[in-house]
Structure formats: structure tokens, C-alpha cells
């Protein structure tokens, strides 16, 4: 298994793999598994590869198992939930930061294939991921929905992000986590 930053050809195999746990498409018996909430276009993937280089996948024989989006404020805020959480961002402190679009950047989502659950590709993925973004930024910040416990196990307990606050939008209910790229401050 390769883990890498993503390249343009990468994005039909990563567009397979996010459309099985989308949930609009996942499978209903799948769901309790966990799954990615936000849709993403073609375009949008070239975006972040071209702009951002912050798609980070887990590949073997072309064929992506697992990835991680991470992007700067800026780049997510064409998103209203981005919008809300930017505007919330000067609010929150965490280890001795107060937030900004300048500190801090939006970590996922991140999809496993269910086949690899479990496997340790989680942390091998994330840690490769916050690494290369730790050279542009020192917090990462994220947001889990109340309704995916499995996310939120996985990322409280097995990469241990720190819940920074709770917040609602648009009815829906989130944890907002935070965590270091580094151990340096």
C-alpha cells in the first residue's frame, strides 16, 4: 500500500471509492459503518490537488483504498457550513492559539474502504497527511456530525483529537476537534 499526495489521475479511483460511503449512495447496511456527508465533484478534487495539494490517498494497483482531504479556510469556504465555521474560528482557543485562517486549516473528510478497517490505515493516513500540512499550518481543525459515532470514536480515541466545542447548523449537530500538526510550539 502507497500513501502519497494525490495527482490528477487519481481523481476518477478517488471519486469511486467516496461515492460507495457518500451518504447518498452508501449502502443502508454500511451506514452504521460511518460514512462522508459532503459530495464532490470532478472539478472540485482537481481544485484541491492543483491548489491545495491536499488530497492524500492510500493506493495499490491504481486502486485508491483510502483517503484524506485537508485544505486551507479559504479553499472550503465556497461550503455555508465552512462559511459558519470561519466566521466562528477568532472565538476558539486551543493550546495556546486563538484560531485564524492563518493558524489553522480544515482536516477531512477521510474514507477508509471497509476492507481495510481496523488495519492501522487510519493513522498511517492521517499522520501522512497532517505532516505535509504541518509545514503551512500548526492546528488542524475538523468536525465530526453527531450522527456518525464511528467517526467520532475514530477520531477522538484513535488519532486523539480534542473536542475544541459543539455547534449546530443547518439542524444538524457537530463536534468541532482539534489537534497539532506537530509536537513543537
Known sequence: MQIKIAGLSDIEETLKLH?????????EEDKNDGFVTTPFTKDQLTDLIIKEQG???AEQNNQV???VMA???QFWSAWPLFQFMIKDLPSLKYQGYTLSTENSYQ??????????????????IFDFAK?????????????????NPR???????KLGLDVIQEFE???????????LTSKEK
Not at 131 to 147: G, Q, S
Not at 151 to 157: G, P, Q
Not at 171 to 179: H, L, P, R, S
Open 19 to 27: 461515492y460507495k460511503y457518500q451518504i447518498d449512495s452508501i449502502k
Open 55 to 57: 488530497l492524500f490517498i
Open 65 to 67: 483504498y483510502a483517503y
Open 71 to 73: 485544505a486551507s479556510w
Open 107 to 124: 482536516y477531512g473528510p477521510v474514507c477508509i474502504d471497509k476492507s481495510l478497517r481496523g488495519t492501522g490505515l487510519l493513522n498511517e
Open 131 to 147: 505532516n505535509e500540512m504541518a509545514k503551512r499550518y500548526p492546528v488542524l481543525v475538523t468536525f465530526v456530525n453527531k450522527i
Open 151 to 157: 467517526s467520532y470514536a475514530a477520531h477522538s480515541k
Open 169 to 179: 447548523f443547518n439542524n444538524n449537530f457537530y463536534y468541532e476537534m482539534a489537534c
